[in-house]
């Protein structure tokens, strides 16, 4: 076995590759950019090298920086966990001219399965089943909207270097193909730095399962079987399960088999995915194949009860794969979702900042959790937003389901805004409860899913309110040199009538207060015109148990200093910020006259000039920011006084980069 391993890559995989390697008495050495020096892989690792500035083009994608450090810190091996140079051919040729080992598979299976389009022409000829399209050299436009014809609408437009689902468009008739193309390509180039297509007949309410498969350098390639994601939004897996409610024993079988055909025809070495398509009448068709480790991998860990991690190490050191298909099996069930600091009500605009507070739920047989940030740590612009992986297992999906929604509850993020309430809602929804969910219907029908501006009600202000006195007076009581001395009690008593005190509570913008007399835990509560007894209140084990008008509630929350975390009966999350009882001044909106920059970015397209009338709603400015592009639109309708960008500009949060006249 290797003694010392190089992780090319940061956050969460290298973290997740550096426990396993420390398990197996691996030296492990990690790189890091300059925005990256106090990351916590950085920490976890034996030793870190730097490799250049916070843009990934001058650090995690520098091969020559990386190859440099591996060579410096005695590497036998490089371990290039996901994204980055995980699928590069010329990485992996270098790292095998200079003589290291790339833990991953040979630079020409990379290479067959890096292109979509020669990818489609390789497994045609190996009958696995593909999807009708255009997959050819040819890239002339008219060509192309040509060949679109042909296929037929609804197609697909695929960036043929592309991955995850960045550029994908989908096109419905011939007038909407040149924009789709010219969009499609113009991402591309960003991103892959290869703006050719390919095109596909799109499949209407598709599925999208893919197989896990593994092989050696001995001739032996496996499945451990499937994965479905078919929860996404814009292409971008949401969440992730195993084994699929969708299949039938017959066709995991027969999805199994092509899966490993398609290995061989690379004669492929290492972990890797095999993706399908999936009708609704389980038609199944080759979609793509992943030369690496995914980020829904622990699913399958816990369900085969295996470390995917340790097999690469294991296979690229030479070992045979320690079974044969007929031994493989699967036990339970999990799920595994994405904690993003995002704000899914922003159109999951990406956040950066501080995480002031990231409490998580603990460890267990049935929870596990793969994250490459703590509390304190901040979330930066130049990588994915991603604060944790949270995967769960159980004997069957509608346990597992509940340990999600459990665990999810039990997961709290201050700083950044995060998509926990979106993940929620989706894990209670019917959807994805009767395992009918494709891979458009969160687009379709994503109003059912955004949490919004849910107001809450009296019975949920009564209830935060009643946590957070119960709080105060523990908190005095514990500070007080008498804790049996009356002057301990937070109750506001006065000489000559029953004491007030005002719970001040906000949540999106929004200042609730209530009026409250008692002490320890027997309230008498208000709000406006409505009244409530609480009577025999008290906190225990994150929950809230008292008698509201006589009615028993047992309510999961937590209470600080700072704020109050509730769900009501229904499951809907209520996060409040705790204020001041008697300093707070309401603070007007922005006015409609700027656009500015919601974060740092580069624009990518400039859609309007000075002097312009424009809409409201009209794109004005695409912009691209932390691996995705946000379109920026006119706030109302109105003349354009100015514009204070040019195409390919980088700029500052904050920014304005627009103004209307008066």
Not at 311 to 316: E, M, S, T, V
Request: charged share 25%; hydrophobic share 40%; aromatic share 6%.
């Amino acid at each position: 076995m290797f003694e010392r391993v190089l992780i090319a890559n940061r956050g969460e995989i290298a973290c997740r590759v550096i426990r396993t390697c420390r398990r197996l008495g691996i030296h492990t050495i990690a790189v890091y950019s300059e925005a990256d020096k106090d990351a916590q892989h950085v920490r976890l690792a034996d030793e870190a090298w730097p490799i250049g500035g916070p843009l990934p083009a001058d650090s995690y994608l520098r091969i020559d920086a990386i190859l440099d450090a591996a060579k410096k810190s005695g590497a036998q091996a490089i371990h290039p966990g996901y994204g980055f140079l995980s699928e590069n051919t010329a990485f992996s040729r270098a790292c095998k001219d200079a003589g290291i080992v790339f833990i991953g598979p040979d630079p020409e299976s990379i290479d067959a399965m890096g292109s979509k389009a020669a990818a489609k022409q390789l497994m045609a000829k190996h009958a696995v089943p593909l999807v009708p399209g255009y997959s050819g050299d040819q890239q002339d436009n008219a060509f192309l909207a040509e060949q679109a014809h042909q296929v037929g609408y609804p197609l697909i437009i695929k960036p043929s270097a592309g991955g995850g689902g960045k550029g994908m468009q989908i096109v419905r008739s011939d007038a909407e193909f040149p924009e789709a193309l010219a969009t499609a390509q113009r991402v591309a180039q960003a991103a892959f730095g290869d703006a050719s297509m390919l095109l596909e007949r799109y499949v209407e309410h598709p599925r999208h399962i893919e197989f896990q498969i593994f092989g050696d350098r001995h001739g032996n390639i496996i499945h451990l079987g499937e994965r479905e994601c078919s929860a996404q939004r814009r292409y971008q897996k949401v969440l992730e399960e195993t084994p699929s409610p969708f299949l039938t024993p017959e066709k995991r079988a027969d999805m199994g088999a092509a899966a490993v055909a398609a290995a061989r025809a690379v004669n492929y070495v290492g972990a890797g995915t095999v993706e399908f398509i999936v009708g609704p009448a389980g038609d199944f068709h080759f979609m793509e194949m992943n030369t690496r480790l995914q980020v829904e991998h622990p699913v399958t860990e816990l369900t085969h009860g295996v470390d995917l991690v340790e097999w690469q190490l294991r296979i690229a050191d030479g070992e045979p794969l320690p079974l044969v298909q007929d031994d493989v099996v699967s036990r339970g069930h999990a799920i595994e979702v994405r904690l993003y600091a995002e704000d899914p009500d922003q159109n999951f605009l990406p956040g950066s900042g501080k995480l002031q507070t990231l409490r998580l739920p603990s460890p267990s047989q049935h929870v596990r959790l793969d994250g490459g940030v703590i509390e304190g740590d901040t979330v930066t612009i130049f990588y994915d937003p991603m604060i944790a992986k949270l995967i769960v297992w159980d004997e069957d999906r509608p346990k597992a389901l509940q340990r999600m929604r459990e665990a999810l509850a039990a997961s709290e993020i201050i700083g950044p805004k995060s998509n926990i309430g979106f993940l929620e809602r989706l894990v209670r929804h019917s959807a994805v409860v009767e395992g009918r969910i494709d891979t458009g219907y969160l687009d379709r029908h994503l109003e059912e899913f955004l949490v919004g501006d849910v107001v809450p009600g009296d019975t949920v202000l009564f209830a935060a309110a009643t946590a957070a006195l119960l709080h105060d007076e523990a908190s005095i009581r514990g500070a007080a040199s008498d804790p049996h001395s009356p002057w301990a009690r937070a109750d506001a008593w006065r000489i000559g009538h029953a004491g007030k005190r005002i719970v001040a509570l906000t949540a999106r913008e929004q200042r609730y207060d209530i009026e409250a007399h008692g002490h320890a835990g027997d309230y008498q509560l208000r709000r406006g015109e409505t009244a409530c007894e609480v009577r025999g209140a008290r906190l225990l084990d994150d929950c809230l148990s008292a008698r509201f008008d006589d009615e028993s509630q047992r309510v999961p929350l937590r209470v600080d200093a700072a704020h109050v975390l509730l769900h009501d009966g229904d499951g809907q999350r209520y996060s409040f910020s705790r204020a001041a009882a008697f300093a707070w001044e309401a603070t007007d909106a922005a006015g409609g006259n700027q656009i500015i920059a919601p974060m740092p970015g580069r624009i990518v397209l400039v859609k309007a000039r000075a002097g312009d009338t424009v809409e409201q709603g009209q794109e004005l400015l695409v912009m691209e920011a932390m691996k995705m592009e946000l379109a920026l639109k006119a706030p109302r309708a109105g003349t354009i006084e100015s514009i204070n960008a040019t195409q390919g500009e980088f700029v500052e949060a904050d920014a304005v980069l627009v103004r209307f006249a008066e």
